[in-house]
């Protein structure tokens, strides 16, 4: 029988395969069908080990901190080289649990766009930002940033390479196509009411949004930026701190351009909008929806969990918490700050039944120094470092110092991580007649504040404070609960205003007024002291540099306030040699260490009696200004601007200087009363010298269109 032969097509593949159109056709097809469901078997086989794969990658994200997009982990070929690898975004990587035995001749990072790791490719910086050989590592979680702004879509792979042997100890390879995590686009606020809009916002990395042009007139209750789950805003949403970490009701914006930081260890992918909500009336002013499966950047934040041993706590603001338990008739506190080792922290009961107000409050001033933990019993009866009025100290004092009692028993005190806990007690009720009580029956309206110490251990002006009432109940049936973990971003160093000196030997008078330091642009920023909150204006600067000749005779026109009444504006101008000011808050022995130059003469007992005390002239806020926005200045011209002059018609004091031989080469001019409100008078032989120093910020033109308009309102003398 002759065979005929036909081209059946094969069931599995593309290919054409003659078999016999005999019987043997049946047993063929059988054969082919088992080696379809073979394969089929081993496809999803694959399938499934590749689910799995990226289940334990995605799973191996979920357990922990977001870290970015995962590449894999480290190929082991040598000297135990092990990690995992993370794209951070589109130029660096993180490399977690990386080790290396360190016994490679010449072995760096290295990468490159060959097919496998070779001589081909160039040194990847270490953690450091350091090309040399690499060291020992253990279990270490870093990140590598590629040199030269290279991207690593411009790359096939990331080794542990050694130069001299060309050999490769280890490798990840980067997916064609791959797309690195990056900034993302998102949506704009909806306008719903109170003139809520925005531009479109930017998701920065895992916790940050910018906001552009974002406005809201300020007119809400009790608003607050507010995040949550669900498709619309709700009650049920969180509080999320505002551009400088308050927690307080947000103020108007008119198109600002702000970034946002999710509380504590929050990212965007626990979150599914923001809006701006007002609390009292349950009311969104308006939202913006955060999109699915955002390929951002991991927040570089440090996140510190937040540690207390008390029932309840509440956070008040990014960087601070109290946490307090009811026990009897005590209570105890613990607070807890995000501070740096010369800040303290203050808590306590508000001056007024009503609202939270600083002005007769008694509160708690805890720090920690090099040896102990303080918690300190003060009164606040004015807005200015405690001095002495007539007689009576005012201020804010030590509630020793006012013929009070410290109210507070230290309990323990801890820094670390950089956050500084002292846990404290006192009697709900106090013996002490300055000491406010702590109701259990009512709410309690407090005051918080954070700050730098001085040289004095004395609380200064207070850089962080709260703008809105807070209340708080202390006697809850159930714990409460609002605080979070502490984060902490790298800090940006601060740009300063421009540092003005006067050098034009011309120059003979100096017109002497107060006005506020300003933020971390300013006083402080300037002098590297702390602030008292008040600074020396002379003739239209912020505490400038004054250059005075030996020989020549200078007036100091002062309007620092005259009445010994004011602890806050009573300021005669003095010149000493020393930096900090404030001689007749010093002691006696300090004050025998002093040189007073200018602006004191001393009573037949010995006292010191200051001699340039004038009317006040001060350069003051707008009326509803919130001082914390100082630093949004960018130069100290715009800041100026933006204040108002309030002058005396009274005749100034007049101070008349000589510089002579005797004089050391620097002075200072500061207030008589309070430290650290001037700065630096350079007593120079010639002006020759500062002519021919090259370039400087020296300010020949005076007196300035601030000075010149002052002049015109005060009458000649």
Known sequence: MTLTRQRVLCQCCDCAVPI???????AALRQRRQLRQQLLLALVTLFLFGLNTAASAEGEEEDGPYRGKYLGKLNSYHHQVSGDVYAVNEYTFLIVGFNYDGNGADTFFWAGASNRPGPQGFIVPDEYGKTNILDRYHNKDFTLTLPDRKKMTEIKWLAVYDLNNQNNFGDVYIPEEFEPPRPQSGGTF?????????????????????????TYDGRGKRTFFWTGVGAQPSSRGSKMPDERGYLDPIRTYTKETIELELPGDKTIFDIDWISVYDVADNENYGHVLIPDGLNVPPSLVKITPYEFSLPNCRQLH???????????????????GQVAQTDYMSFGISGSDVSSQMIGADVVVAYIDDIRGYTVDYNITSLAPCV?????????????????????QLNTYARKDGINTISFRRTLKSSDDGDKEIYLDRSNYVIWA??????NNEPAFHTHYPKSDIVIDFNTTEPVNDCFSFTKRMETPVQLWERARITDATVRTFNAYLGPSGGLRGYQGLTGHVSSGLAWYINGYMIPELYLKRGLTYTFKVRGGNNPHSPEHYHPLVITDDPQGGYDRLSDAKQSEIRVLAGVEFTRRGRPKPTAAGPLCLSRYPEHYDRRLDDNFPTFKKFNRSLLNICSDEPPALLEITPNITWPDTVYYNSFTHGNMGWKIHIVDSYTNLRNGGRSLSITWLPTLTALLMLVAWPAY
Do not use: Y
């Open 20 to 26: 016999a159109a005999s019987g043997r056709t049946a």
């Open 190 to 214: 909806s306008k719903r009411n109170h003139n809520v809009s925005s531009s479109s916002i930017e998701i920065l990395d895992s916790k940050t949004i910018r906001i552009k042009d974002f």
């Open 318 to 336: 990014k960087d601070l918490q109290v946490s307090w338990e009811v026990f009897g008739p005590q209570i105890t506190f613990q607070l807890s």
């Open 388 to 408: 002495q009025v007539l007689g009576q100290n005012k201020g804010v004092c030590r509630d020793d110092v006012v013929g009070g009692l410290d109210s507070f």
């Open 450 to 455: 954070f700050g730098q110490l001085d040289s």
